[in-house]
Structure formats: structure tokens, C-alpha cells
Antibody, heavy 122, light 107 residues
């Protein structure tokens, strides 16, 4: 069974750095041509794609947040980590991770985590 | 910046109605266009990928079409369980942009 689970702080202060972890199971981050993205959703608002890491370790970032984001993976731990610097109250959102099979056999983001709510407040 | 413009932002229709949601890209791309359904308080679920391929288990009343910059999601006979917000997404290469969403309600 393929699962993804997000973890991280519930509350961060403005200007702090947020670190979120996506723990995956049921597939490999380096052998199965699988990539993982982070997506967020502020309360009552639309989905916003943030960052993606490919099986090759290539990374791609949302243009507007590029300078604040870093995505990485630890294949031995089956984890994908997102860091976001200089947090602001507008970054309050539910943060999801989701996986995608790369290439012609892709079914888009076919498995998602349940999401983790992060509030930015002093 | 690449953008996906979805319309309408919300709609209200009766059970059994045909519903159409459109997604327009700022630049043309491959057929790597997906549609997701998100119910209140839940993670999104993929309905359609590769523009028109139904994900396993998704009812056949959902269909997708389009190419280049213009894509469409159609629900042929709206059901009460289809109340949700629907998103399109380009997923072939970065940026993997989502549309702004369409909230579907029952009249």
C-alpha cells in the first residue's frame, strides 16, 4: 500500500524557518521513477504547488517562492523534506505532499498525504 | 509566469445537469493535464490524467478533453456526491501549476 504522511510543527513564529517532512512507504524514492511534490492550501483558498523533486534528484520550484524554498530527499529514510525560510502569517496553510510517476506512464498526483496544518503567528 | 486560468470559479446546478469546467493555459503544453476533486476537509483526488484518461474507480460521468491551451472537465449528470471543488493541473514539468479551482454546488 502506497502512503505519504506529512509531519512538522503546528505553529511557527514569523521570520522562522519551517521544516516539513514527507514520509513515504510502498514505493522507492530512487528506484521507481517516482517524484514528490509539496503543495499548500491556505484556509478557504486554492491549491498552490510549491516544489518538486524528481527521482533523478532534479528540483523544481514555484517561481514566486523560489528564494525561500528548498526541497531534498533522503532515500535511505524514504523521506522528502521541504524547508521554507522567513515564514509570514500569509504562509498559514495546510501543507500536502503527493507523489507522481514520471514519464509516459504517469497518472499525475495519484497518491496524496492527508496534509498538515501550519499556523504562522507570534 | 505560466498560469492556468479556470472558469467558472463557482457554479450551482441541479442533480442530473451537465456541468462543464474549463481550464486555459497561458502557454501550450503536452497532454499532461489532470483534474482533481477535493471534498471539504480532504486531500485532493485525481479524477482524470493525460487530459482524458479516467483514473481507476472514477465514475464514467466524468470526462476530460482538450489540447494545447484549452482543456475541459465535463460531468454529464451531476450527482449529490459530486459537491466539491475541482482543480486542473499541468504536471509534465516545472512549474506544476494548478488552476484556481471551481466550487460545484447543488441547486
Amino acid at each position: 500500500q502506497v502512503t505519504l504522511k506529512e509531519s512538522g510543527p503546528v505553529l511557527v513564529k514569523p521570520t522562522e524557518t519551517l521544516t516539513l517532512t514527507c514520509s513515504v512507504s510502498g514505493f522507492s524514492l530512487n528506484n521507481d521513477r517516482m517524484g514528490v511534490s509539496w503543495i499548500r492550501q491556505p484556509p478557504g483558498k486554492a491549491l498552490e504547488w510549491l516544489a518538486h523533486i524528481f527521482s533523478s534528484d532534479r528540483r523544481s520550484y514555484c517561481t514566486s517562492l523560489n528564494s525561500r524554498l528548498t526541497i531534498s530527499k533522503d532515500t535511505s529514510k524514504s523521506q522528502v523534506v521541504l524547508t521554507m525560510t522567513n515564514m509570514d502569517p500569509v504562509d498559514t496553510a495546510t501543507y500536502f505532499c503527493a507523489r507522481i510517476r514520471e514519464g509516459a506512464e504517469s497518472h499525475a498526483f495519484d497518491v496524496w498525504g492527508r496534509g498538515t496544518m501550519v499556523t504562522v503567528s507570534s | 509566469d505560466f498560469q492556468m486560468t479556470q472558469s467558472p470559479s463557482s457554479l450551482s446546478a441541479s442533480v442530473g445537469d451537465r456541468v462543464t469546467i474549463t481550464c486555459r493555459a497561458s502557454q501550450g503544453f503536452s497532454n499532461a493535464l489532470a483534474w482533481y476533486q477535493q471534498k471539504e476537509g480532504k486531500a485532493p483526488e485525481v479524477l482524470i490524467y493525460a487530459t482524458s484518461t479516467l483514473q481507476s474507480g472514477v465514475p464514467s460521468r466524468f470526462s476530460g478533453s482538450g489540447s494545447g491551451t484549452d482543456f475541459t472537465l465535463t460531468i454529464t449528470s451531476l450527482q449529490p456526491e459530486d459537491v466539491a471543488t475541482y482543480y486542473c493541473q499541468k504536471y509534465d514539468d516545472g512549474p506544476l501549476t494548478f488552476g484556481g479551482g471551481t466550487k460545484v454546488e447543488i441547486k
